[in-house]
Every structure is written in structure tokens, then in C-alpha cells.
């Protein structure tokens, strides 16, 4: 994935990813995965999202990796904070009331930028991705909870990627397992047909995708390095 891509896509408001408002698959599951209220989540390739508030009105607390600087300042914006700001070695962070953003390569997070964390949520970080980084992006995540793995609450697409390619880009069930499932045990919470894809599917042809959600728990040795 180029971030000159990314980058000129928020510079020319091409975010058709963005949500006007919270996702339904978290605001319908997450309730039942039964994290306290006090627990911290990490969402990687945060955007501005506005997941993020929904939890955060829920009591949790948001670290966040976002490679846009103007993504991150357009959600403080939209929330009324302004945020403070100090170096964090390659990363800025960004940081007000419950939010800790986190700006800059998202392959410089480190696991101590992520110690208090014990719940992921990735709506838009995997499948944004082409196939050729995912397993970089999945191997990274371990990394940073190698000590104390965290539960990931994760959305991805289904559909036929010779039809037209992403981003969004498809994250089938078998490349989930061959990417987190030495690691993690895979739950789907949720699978429906979506007949609103993005314009490009329907001008390529496809005009409905498969919407999946799981819940990634944590293998009993999983901290030893437990495998499949």
C-alpha cells in the first residue's frame, strides 16, 4: 500500500469509506462480547471514524494509529477538542479527553504504546490492505500484544476480487484463519448481504457483497506462541 495514496485520497476528500455515523455491526455486537466499560481499545487505521465516539461514550478509553494527520485533526474537529501533541520517537500523538491518536506509520507502533490495551477493533485496517501487506499487518498486531493478546472484534468484506479490485478489498474467511489463527480461535457473529457496495463494484458489476464480523479470542497459549 502506497501512503502517498492515502494521503492524497484525504487531501482530495475521497473517503467514500468514512461513515456518516457509528457502524451497525459494532453497535449491534459489541454490547454482547462483554468488555468492561473500562477497557481500552486499540483500532488501527482509525480514519476519523466515528466508532471511535460510540465507544468512547461507552466508557473506553481509544489508542489509535491513523497515517493521515488530517484525518485526525478533521475528528477532534468534529468532536469540539483540541487536542495536545508531543513526539512519540516517528509518531505524533494527538491526544484529548478519551482519544489517543496516534499519527504516522502504523508499523512504527511499538507494544508499549498499546500496554493497557485489552480489546482490538478493525473495521477498515484490513481491508484496506492489499493481500501482499496483510501479512505483514497481521504479523504486527501480534507483535505489539505478543505479552497479552488481545480479543479483535473484525469486520471484512466477501466478493469476487477478479471483478474489480479494492480497496475496500475482500478478506475471506480461510485467509482470516491462515492470517490470526495461530494466534487466535475465529467466531463469526455476524454474515448479510450488502446490495449497497461502493460505486466502483456497481459500475464493475457487482452489486451486492458479503459483510462479515468475527470475534478473534485469544488462544490459552496464545502468549507462548501457541500455533495451529
Known amino acids: 500500500m502506497d501512503p502517498d495514496f492515502w494521503q492524497e485520497r484525504w487531501r482530495n476528500a475521497q473517503i467514500g469509506f468514512h461513515q456518516p455515523k457509528p457502524n451497525a455491526k459494532l453497535t449491534a455486537h459489541w454490547p454482547a462480547l462483554g468488555f468492561p466499560a473500562a477497557t481500552d481499545v486499540f483500532i488501527p487505521l482509525c480514519g476519523k471514524s466515528l466508532d471511535m465516539v460510540w465507544l468512547a461514550e461507552r466508557g473506553h478509553r481509544i489508542i489509535a494509529s491513523e497515517l493521515s494527520e488530517l484525518a485526525i485533526d478533521d475528528f477532534f474537529a468534529g468532536q469540539s477538542l483540541i487536542p495536545e501533541t508531543r513526539q512519540v520517537g516517528s509518531l505524533t500523538l494527538k491526544y484529548a479527553g478519551p482519544y489517543e491518536l496516534y499519527c504516522g506509520d502504523f508499523f512504527a507502533m511499538s ?118
Open 111 to 228: 507494544p508499549d504504546l498499546v500496554a493497557g490495551v485489552r480489546a482490538i477493533y478493525d473495521r477498515a485496517a484490513l481491508v484496506a490492505l492489499p493481500p501482499r501487506m496483510r501479512r505483514s499487518y497481521a504479523a504486527h498486531i501480534n507483535s505489539l500484544f505478543v505479552v497479552a493478546p488481545a480479543p479483535i472484534f473484525l469486520i471484512t468484506l466477501e466478493y469476487d476480487q477478479s471483478l474489480v479490485d479494492g480497496p475496500p478489498h475482500a478478506g475471506p474467511r480461510a485467509e482470516v484463519a491462515e492470517l490470526f489463527g495461530a494466534v487466535y480461535d475465529i467466531d463469526e457473529r455476524h454474515r448479510a448481504e450488502d446490495r449497497s457496495p461502493p460505486p466502483k463494484f456497481v459500475d464493475a458489476g457487482l452489486h451486492s457483497v458479503t459483510e462479515v464480523a468475527y470475534l478473534l479470542e485469544p488462544r490459552a497459549n496464545a502468549a507462548e506462541g501457541g500455533t495451529d
